[in-house]
């Protein structure tokens, strides 16, 4: 019974817990499946919007900073003239002229050298050195003695968001240059794709960064003190960036860190509707992280430890019904119902067992008949000769303990299997059960006045030897034991010795 509870436990423990990672793993894989998806979603809006809210700053920008471009176009022009009277820039009194329009002045040289600035950061920067590309198109600016203006720009040397206009001087020696801070532009204060950008940031829990880099490879970053530039950062990240803006396809590449943490760094090309100079052609770079799907993962997995705990317990509910359902039926068809010893059925499965171990015992059986049994049926009643059959099993029990077991073959005749004997412990088992059948005597009841016990025993004589062997012997030895007047025991050993005997006299 133990074995069986056991066994059942296991297949039920173990079909559980299948069930269970099953479906936590089908679950999972859904859930990972569902979150992907969101998140391919997510990234589809957030880019968009981040695109379009792009456009439509430049686009603001474009039709609303006209007047800003006006004045900046005037004020260069009233510089070339100033410069037609005077071309000493030396001596010019530039603070003063920035009071006067608002603006900070730049001249640079024809090496695109700052040579004269009211912005002092830039003084001495050469553009010829840090932006060779740049310092192209400034020659082109200066050759043309056309006027020009960028859209949105940053400073070279602060990163500050500000927006500039150019214009050469007659004779090609100078370049004149205004520039403006965004921020004291009404219409930026209005249309700040910064802003915007860190409201996506807030709004979407995976998204963890979003910046515009100018096509100088600059970052639009009013945010740090000092400028920050793609030649600053990984190997990875200028590849990825070059790659989007070679190619003006989105590029992307992860990064993996500790327990599951993935970023996801993508770089979106934009290309501005009007030509804007060095405004038209930018960068978007984002960067995702996977908190959310590494929250759900974790939240499945608390589901899984629960699901888990609530299966194992059901398990331990449903084996509980199941040995209550079936104990009937398994006691049925292991024990003899009247006497609880174990039935003709388990003595043969037992044995199948016990077999197999007998290369490290010896196993003896012991065959038990109630001497006139049929009395007790005609003279008391089946009643009581069921009364002693019943204590003839608990006093058989009660002889083996736990070195064996009883059995009932059928009807009076019992049997114990000792699991590791020999023929004198065989003899004293023997003993011991007429002894005890004999104090059943003193009972109040007459029917153990006419009942004694006749015994016959054999041990297993080698390892081929078969239970049927055993039983045939076992049983000769029980029919000494009853030819030779009952109520006594016989071994196997004598009735070889009673053959022998006969052998020699014939």
């Known amino acids: 019974m133990k074995k069986l509870r056991f066994k059942l436990l296991l297949s039920l423990v173990i079909f559980a817990l299948i069930l269970v990672i099953v479906m936590s793993y089908v679950n999972r894989q859904m859930l990972v499946m569902d979150i992907r998806t969101q998140e391919t979603i997510n990234k589809t809006l957030i880019e968009d919007h981040i695109l379009n809210d ?59 050298t700052v040579v004269y600035t009211t912005f002092v950061q830039d003084k001495g920067l050469s553009f010829s050195e840090c932006c060779k590309k740049f310092s192209t198109l400034l020659d082109e600016r200066r050759e043309s003695s056309k006027f020009y203006t960028d859209g949105i720009d940053v400073s070279t040397t602060t990163g500050a968001m500000r927006k500039f206009g150019y214009l050469g001087t007659p004779d090609q020696k100078y370049l004149f240059e205004l520039g403006i801070d965004l921020h004291d532009v009404p219409v930026f204060k209005t249309f700040d794709f910064v802003k915007t950008a860190n409201s996506l940031v807030e709004k979407y829990n995976d998204l963890l960064e979003v910046k515009t880099i100018t096509a100088g490879g600059v970052f639009l970053d009013d945010s740090q003190d000092t400028r920050i530039v793609v030649s600053d950062q990984s190997e990875l990240f200028q590849k990825y960036y070059k790659k989007a803006k070679k190619t003006m396809e989105p590029t992307e590449y992860k990064k993996e860190l500790e327990n599951g943490y993935v970023e996801t760094v993508r770089f979106l090309p934009y290309e501005a509707e009007t030509i804007r100079g060095e405004s038209t052609n930018r960068v978007v770079y984002v960067k ?3 908190l959310s799907e590494l929250a759900a993962l974790a939240k ?38 009247l006497t609880g010893v174990y039935n003709r059925a388990t003595y043969i499965s037992k044995m199948e067992s016990l077999l197999k171990k007998r290369k490290e015992n010896t196993p003896g059986l012991l065959l038990i008949d109630l001497d006139n049994f049929k009395q007790v049926n005609d003279q008391f009643g089946h009643a009581e000769g069921d009364k002693v059959l019943v204590e003839t099993g608990k006093v058989l029990k009660q002889a083996v303990k736990n070195e064996g077991f009883v059995v009932r073959l059928g009807g009076d005749e019992f049997a114990i299997v000792l699991y590791d004997t020999d023929e004198y412990e065989i003899q004293q088992f023997a003993n011991t ?49 009853k030819n030779a007047g009952k109520n006594q025991y016989s071994s196997y050993d004598e009735v070889a010795a009673d053959k022998e005997i006969i052998r020699k006299k014939e």
């Open 54 to 112: 792009m456009q439509t700053v430049d686009n603001a920008h474009f039709y609303f900073d006209k007047s800003v471009s006006d004045k900046m176009e005037v004020e260069l022009q009233a510089l070339i003239s100033y410069y037609e009277k005077n071309s000493s820039i030396a001596t010019w009194d530039l603070q003063q002229m920035k009071k006067e329009h608002g603006m900070d002045i730049y001249i640079l040289d024809q090496t695109n």
């Open 300 to 337: 499945n997995t608390k589901q899984f430890w629960l699901l888990l705990v609530i299966a194992i317990v059901t398990t331990f509910i449903m084996l509980l019904v199941i040995i209550q359902l079936l104990s009937k039926t398994i006691n049925l068809a292991t024990y003899d119902a």
């Open 288 to 290: 995702y992280g996977n």
């Open 433 to 481: 059960i007429m002894q005890n059948i004999s104090s059943l005597r003193y009972l109040d009841t007459k029917s153990w006045d006419v009942v004694s016990v006749s015994m016959g025993g054999a041990i297993y004589e080698n390892v081929a030897e078969s239970e049927m062997s055993l039983f045939v012997r076992a049983d000769q030895a029980l029919y000494r034991s």
